[in-house]
């Protein structure tokens, strides 16, 4: 059970309730999410439009994007994120059993730039002090500065949204499959 108070969306500045109306369209249905930050505007406003905003650039396929962001929810074990982020990724026609060995040396289906983005997100998430040069060298064979800074971002906010979750016990969601049905809004 959530550590916050019930969610009361009449208790929301007008500017405020009208952004997390435009969030839960644009962004998507992550209603526990985006309600634990609700208390706090500047954060709900900022920490979700980039997202949004993100989505909207597109500088990371789904698929790399969705493997980096498993990878860095199974590294740290967040059970909100990996129930998230696996169908997802099933849905960028990876294997139940590449999805199951995906912290493993060797995955079925994985090509090199996959296997590039898995090994930076894992890195990253673990222990970015020791990210070596050959890691970033073959991570800089698929992407270009801009790229890479959006995936590290990414890649680290799994990290935040880990401990934020976590601290303040936000229900997990059973919104992936509406979100990956088809006429879904992309």
């Known amino acids: 059970m959530s550590r916050l108070a019930p969610f009361d969306p009449s208790r929301l500045a ?23 930050f609700a208390p706090r505007p500047p954060a709900l406003e900022h920490l979700f439009s980039y997202l949004v905003q993100s989505k909207k650039d597109g500088l990371i396929s789904p698929r790399h994007l969705e493997i980096a962001l498993l990878t860095a929810s199974k590294a740290h074990a967040c059970h909100y994120c990996v129930v998230l982020h696996e169908p997802k990724l099933a849905a960028q026609g990876i294997s139940q059993e590449g999805i199951d060995r995906l912290l493993e040396p060797e995955v079925p ?68 499959a509406a979100e990956l049905a088809p006429g879904h809004a992309a």
Not at 25 to 33: C, S
């Open 109 to 176: 289906g994985f090509d090199a730039q996959d296997l590039a983005v898995r090994d930076y997100a894992r890195e990253v998430t673990l222990a970015p002090e020791r990210i070596g040069d050959e890691l970033f060298e073959r991570l800089r064979a698929f992407y270009d500065e801009a790229q890479i800074v959006e995936l590290t971002i990414r890649i680290a906010l799994c990290s935040f949204f880990k401990r934020f979750n976590e601290a303040l016990r936000i229900p997990a969601e059973d919104i992936v």
């Open 14 to 36: 007008p500017d405020t309730a009208a952004l997390f109306d435009r969030l839960l369209k644009d962004y998507g249905p992550y209603a526990n999410l985006l309600c634990a």
